[in-house]
């Protein structure tokens, strides 16, 4: 690669994919007869990665890949796929191709890998047939892997009944050929795991063996809760090793020490291995080819004030480059990254984009109902369960159905195509997709049908996965009837559906953010820096939030010389409009036109702009308990950090410290982990260490959750004797001020499991651990700008992985501690996300409203004003007519949530596309007019 930020010459060496896409149907005659998907056709040893895959993905067809596991590829051995493929799609002599580009920026998401525990020869990986990695099992869950979704064991193809995740394995150790790191999502991935393994089999015996269970993120620690109360599931805190397999059973042996019963060994049908997060595959070829700089774990060296950014300018990061992270934040890294170059190529936005041109649509709505039906498999999660050929020919009786098929995945671009076709051949006015739930793929089935030349609105879903598959796995001819009832009320439903008309709003090129921390002003900079303005809300005096109290970052980075600068830029850029001490007073629009009040002392401003970012993070909780306010030696982790800079002498010459973690959070009242506490408390003693190596520092913890590379901190503050204790929340720890021999002891006491013995320790100093909480204005926020709390009171996003950064409010998006308690990178990270999704709106001249609306029968009104009490949305409202006053419906800010429907009285306001005609006819489909009558009778 050459060239600098703007202008690089790229060049590329395009690999064989060896299938002719424009010739493969997805049929998966070719994954049907891999001999790695089925090794026993072909009596070879089980292989839980195939060799040929099929991608499925909305963006390109469904066709087959062949990796390099390939048995031609690797050994010149089996052309099997070759043979098997009846359209001569397959062509194993491809040979590479050199391809040179030019482009203004690039993106490095080469992702991660899995660790391969066959370095280390005490986990007998590849040894013991059934130990197997967290990988393999996740092939086992899914429904396209070896066993068709059921969790079979390698040695003699039956269920496991009792089996056992051993956590940590590639992470937290530092011996040859280990990681040092923690890799940041095996805990809950291995929670997961076991859920879903007790879906399978609920009189599964499964066992976590882990050492700290690190549920950091947004409603983790929920999840670990719902784990670890599964009947028949442990979580045992130990050390294991695994010391032989069975030779007849093939069952495994795992030894692991227990604080009351010493060392035990126990037998499993199935041990699984939860693999950490390794850098990609030739990742330092990656960076001496693009010219950026790896850090000594070899990910990526980020930038601390833009984590999205290289050491090369141009070029940018996001997802697992970055380190080991989860897939909401990689979602808006990514986000993020496209911001980062928005702002870099702005210049050239819309030249390369083409504007897409639909067929002219027919007016079927006087044409007698001709529905097709499209079942689909969704590999196997459907039709594992449910028998789709019977439920294709259930469909073919139904009324007005003129066609009914079966699809591997409807979702796929040639099986979608493939729908549009059959609309235009077969004269179809309705279709009806029997899949998945609507919540995701409706707007790509609405899309297709468009394509066909029939409205949008024609188009109808039976979810017959959520509803029936997922829920029914062990009730196969049931789940299939169910299948065969959704479908006839779906059926039912779409001989009803009117075509509806969708709005065009116009779009205002202004963004408005609420919070001046440090995601609000990143998130307003990188907006601005595209060509908008931008209206900063902050209601304190000064910009920077709470990260005014933070003065360094455990890594070592100035928080405040960062800040500075921060606030500078704000300042300087012209797009910027920062309106400090202020308070929004109203919030009205919608997507594309809100209209915002805002009060200052600036006097009152009405601020119109296209979309809102909310960031106005968090606040810390203030301790009820261990003495604080009451005792000027017990103190939060903030306020410590801060006697530590000011170079306190009662804290620096401190003989004793001690810190206590989770004040105030994973209790009944705030049933979440505050995320940052434990790395602050490190933070807090690495600097006392440094600046008194004597001093005494005592953590108190319940699982030290310094995750990604900050566990190399941990282990640096264990090493220079700070002393970590674990407390469990029933026996936690104890504070209280004694008297004795004259001198005024702050005295903390609580057990020691790992000595059996009660600990007292006399300390100069505590700090707690207080909780990251809602800011206090989080619920008027919510109220002004219509969007929705997590149970923890934090705002709750439209998707916890598909949109992290968005709330189900359309143009309204959130960053920063608001979302949820997070590090400053990570902050920065989502702020630059929200601002990517800002401009995916901004660049746009107009956007569409919904067709789906209420509308009002004036005759039936009697201008009670019951359905505009409960509007969320302002979308109704009372005027004066000639017929008195009536409800009038302003269908740009409807959202079809049909709260008015079931308030009104008189049945005059109704729901487009959920009318009570539609519904009914559904509700009739499914029962029988003649069967509900003998039960009246009856009763």
């Given at each position: 690669m050459e060239g600098e930020a703007g202008n690089f010459n790229v060049s590329l060496v395009k690999k064989p994919r060896y299938i002719i896409e424009d010739k493969c149907t997805g049929c998966t005659t070719c994954v049907e007869y891999c001999p790695a998907q089925y090794p026993d056709k072909y009596n070879q040893d089980i292989s839980l990665n195939k060799a040929v895959h099929i991608y499925f993905p909305q963006a390109i067809p469904l066709v087959a890949y062949i990796d390099e596991s390939c048995l031609y590829l690797k050994e010149k051995k089996c052309r099997i796929c070759e043979a098997v493929c009846e359209n001569d799609a397959i062509n194993l002599n491809q040979q590479p191709e050199k391809v040179e580009i030019k482009v203004g920026a690039i993106i490095l998401s080469p992702g991660i890998e899995p660790f391969d525990p066959k370095v280390k020869e005490e986990y007998h990986?590849?040894?013991?047939?059934?130990?197997?990695?967290?990988?393999?099992?996740?092939?086992?869950?899914?429904?396209?892997?070896?066993?068709?979704?059921?969790?079979?064991?390698?040695s003699d193809k039956k269920h496991p009944h009792k089996l056992a995740w051993i956590q940590c394995v590639g992470s937290r150790q530092v011996t040859e050929g280990n990681n040092s790191y923690c890799s940041a999502v095996c805990c809950t991935y291995s929670q997961k795991q076991v859920i879903l393994t007790k879906d399978h089999d609920a009189d599964a015996e499964c066992t976590i063996f882990h050492n700290d269970i690190r549920s950091y993120g947004k409603d983790f620690e929920r999840y670990y809760q719902r784990t670890e109360a599964l009947p028949g599931v442990r979580f045992i805190r130990s050390y294991t090793s695994i010391v032989r397999e069975d030779p007849v059973t093939k069952n495994v042996f795992i030894r692991y020490a227990t604080n009351n019963d010493g060392v035990k060994e126990e037998e499993f049908d199935m041990v699984v291995l939860s693999v950490g997060l390794t850098p990609p595959l030739k990742v330092k070829e990656i960076a001496e080819k693009f010219g950026v700089d790896l850090n000594h774990h070899d990910f990526c060296k980020l930038n601390p004030a833009n984590p999205v950014a290289t050491s090369r300018p141009g070029v940018f990061v996001s997802g697992g480059l970055q380190g080991p992270i989860d897939i909401p934040e990689s979602v808006f890294s990514a986000s993020g990254a496209g911001s980062q170059i928005g702002e870099l190529l702005d210049y050239r936005r819309g030249n390369l984009s083409k504007e897409r041109v639909y067929p002219e649509e027919r007016d079927v709505s006087q044409e007698e109902p001709r529905i097709g039906v499209f079942v689909c498999?969704?590999?196997?999660?459907?039709?594992?369960?449910?028998?789709v050929p019977d439920t294709v020919e259930y469909c073919k009786t139904l009324p007005?159905?003129?066609?009914?098929q079966q699809q591997i995945f409807s979702c796929a671009t040639n099986s979608a195509q493939e729908i549009t076709d059959i609309t235009k051949e077969k004269g179809l006015n309705r279709v009806v997709i029997a899949a998945c739930s609507p919540r995701t793929l409706e707007p790509l089935f609405r899309d297709t049908v468009r394509e066909a030349g029939i409205n949008q609105y024609y188009m109808e879903m039976a979810n017959i996965r959520e509803h029936n598959s997922w829920v029914h796995q062990k009730e196969k001819e049931e789940a299939t009837e169910k299948a065969k009832e959704i479908i006839r009320m779906s059926v039912a439903r779409a001989r009803k559906l009117e075509p509806l008309k969708e709005f065009d709003l116009s779009v205002n090129k202004a963004a408005l953010v609420v919070g001046g921390g440090v995601a609000?002003?990143?998130?307003?900079?990188?907006?601005?820096?595209?060509?908008?303005?931008?209206?900063?809300?902050?209601?304190?005096?000064?910009?920077?939030?709470?990260?005014?109290?933070?003065?360094?970052?455990?890594?070592?980075?100035?928080?405040?010389?960062?800040?500075?600068?921060?606030?500078?830029?704000?300042?300087?850029?012209p797009l910027i409009h920062v309106y400090e001490n202020a308070a929004i007073t109203a919030a009205t629009g919608y997507i594309g036109n809100f209209v915002t009040t805002v009060k200052s002392g600036r006097g009152i401003t009405e601020i119109k702009h296209g979309a809102s970012v909310i960031a106005i993070g968090a606040d810390v909780s203030v301790p009820a308990e261990y003495l604080y306010g009451q005792d000027d030696r017990v103190m939060t982790h903030i306020e410590l950090e801060g006697k530590i800079v000011a170079q306190d002498e009662k804290v620096i010459n401190a003989q004793t410290v001690v810190m206590i973690q989770?004040?105030?959070c994973r209790n009944e009242d705030r049933n979440y982990c505050s995320r940052i506490c434990c790395s602050e408390s490190v933070k807090n003693a690495l600097k006392l260490k440094e600046i008194n190596p004597l001093i005494d520092i005592y953590i108190l913890f319940r699982d030290m959750r310094t995750y990604g590379f900050k566990e190399d901190y941990y282990r640096d503050a264990s090493e220079k004797d700070v002393k970590f204790i674990r407390y469990e929340p029933e026996n936690a720890p104890k504070v209280e001020a004694v008297n004795e021999g004259g001198s005024n002891i702050l005295r903390v006491s609580l057990p020691d499991y790992v000595l059996g013995k009660e600990l007292a320790i006399n300390a100069d100093i505590l700090a707690l651990a207080a909780a990251v909480i809602p800011s206090e204005s989080t619920k008027e926020i919510a109220s002004l700008f219509k969007v929705t709390l997590s149970p923890d009171g934090f705002f709750k996003e439209a998707h916890v992985k598909l949109r992290p950064v968005e709330f189900a409010t359309d143009g309204v998006y959130l960053c920063g501690l608001a979302h949820y308690p997070k590090f400053l990178q990570e902050t920065i990270n989502q702020a630059y996300g929200a601002a990517g999704r800002v401009m995916t709106l901004l660049s746009h001249?107009?956007?569409v409203a919904s067709g789906s609306v209420c509308y009002v029968d004036e005759k039936k009104c009697m201008g009670c004003g019951?359905?505009?009490?409960?509007?969320?949305?302002?979308?109704?409202?009372?005027?004066?007519?000639?017929?008195?006053?009536?409800?009038?419906?302003?269908?740009?800010?409807?959202?079809?949530d049909g709260l008015c429907n079931s308030k009104c009285p008189t049945g005059a306001i109704s729901l487009k596309h959920f009318t009570d005609e539609e519904l009914e006819c559904a509700i009739d489909a499914l029962t029988d007019e003649q069967e509900i009558i003998k039960q009246i009778d009856a009763a």
């Open positions: 990986y590849g040894d013991f047939q059934n130990v197997i990695t967290s990988m393999d099992f996740e092939r086992l869950l899914g429904s396209t892997g070896p066993y068709a979704g059921e969790i079979l064991r390698a498999h969704c590999g196997a999660n459907i039709s594992r369960i449910v028998n007005n159905v003129v066609h009914a609000g002003m990143n998130s307003a900079l990188s907006i601005a820096n595209q060509g908008h303005d931008v209206y900063l809300i902050e209601k304190q005096p000064d910009l920077g939030g709470i990260t005014r109290k933070i003065h360094s970052t455990l890594e070592g980075f100035d928080v405040q010389g960062y800040l500075d600068e921060l606030i500078k830029k704000v300042y300087q850029h989770c004040v105030g001249d107009i956007v019951a359905c505009v009490e409960v509007c969320t949305y302002s979308a109704l409202e009372l005027q004066d007519t000639k017929q008195g006053r009536k409800v009038v419906v302003n269908p740009v800010l409807c959202k079809g």
